[in-house]
T-cell receptor, first 116, second 118 residues
């Protein structure tokens, strides 16, 4: 069975602080895909990143960065110099099998609040 | 590209009535569509998976006779909540996948439909 755990239910920081959202996953598949989505108050999911199980390179996109470590089954997300607009619920998700053919399994989400 | 729309974006209905939610892929052919339900402050839970032209596969605990899913074309899937009750009030989100593309793992999400049953 596949499982995604986001242990941090809520995080609140002051603007400009760095914040890391944790994600730990479980899967028996050798090929799988990991995702991060942002869900602002409007409700619409915003795709942030996808990583496949064979690519452990960390990625940076502007203020966002992701650390993928297969040894610890983690795919953590860091926002540097946080801004109020980053306030949202963030979901980590996992899709297993070849070409991610299996269903997408979501973590419980982390509600991030950035205070001015 | 890869836009998915949902209609309506929100709906209020009376208990005991049925309501239909549409999910459309606007610029690609969705061989597979997924329906999720999200209760307030909770995660997305997959309800069912539908492949074009075949019956939907429901997740454990989801009543297939209550949540009717039709995926009759490559661009449209519908979810009908029959005899809705207040406990069915939720945010329903669809996603679509184009299985014929190389990047078949990609799911494109619709904006969601907020259902309130009074």
């Amino acid at each position: 069975a596949q499982k995604v755990t986001q242990a941090q239910t809520e995080i609140s920081v002051v603007e400009k602080e760095d914040v890391t959202l944790d994600c730990v996953y479980e899967t028996r598949d050798t090929t799988y895909y990991l995702f991060w989505y942002k869900q602002p108050p409007s409700g619409e999911l915003v795709f942030l990143i996808r990583r496949n199980s064979f690519d452990e390179q960390n990625e940076i996109s502007g203020r966002y960065s992701w650390n993928f470590q297969k040894s610890t089954s983690s795919f953590n997300f860091t926002i540097t110099a946080s801004q109020v607009v980053d306030s949202a619920v963030y979901f980590c998700a996992l899709s297993g099998g070849v070409q991610g053919a299996q269903k997408l399994v979501f973590g419980q989400g982390t509600r991030l609040t950035i205070n001015p | 590209g890869a836009v998915v729309s949902q209609h309506p974006s929100w709906v209020i209905c009376k208990s005991g009535t049925s309501v239909k939610i549409e999910c459309r892929s606007l610029d690609f052919q969705a061989t597979t569509m997924f329906w999720y339900r999200q209760f307030p402050k909770q995660s997305l839970m997959l309800m069912a998976t539908s492949n074009e032209g075949s019956k939907a596969t429901y997740e454990q605990g989801v009543e297939k006779d209550k949540f009717l899913i039709n995926h009759a074309s490559l661009t449209l899937s519908t979810l009908t909540v029959t005899s809705a009750h207040p406990e069915d009030s939720s945010f329903y989100i669809c996603s679509a996948r184009d299985g014929r593309r190389v990047a078949a793992y990609e799911q494109y999400f619709g904006p969601g439909t907020r259902l309130t049953v009074t």
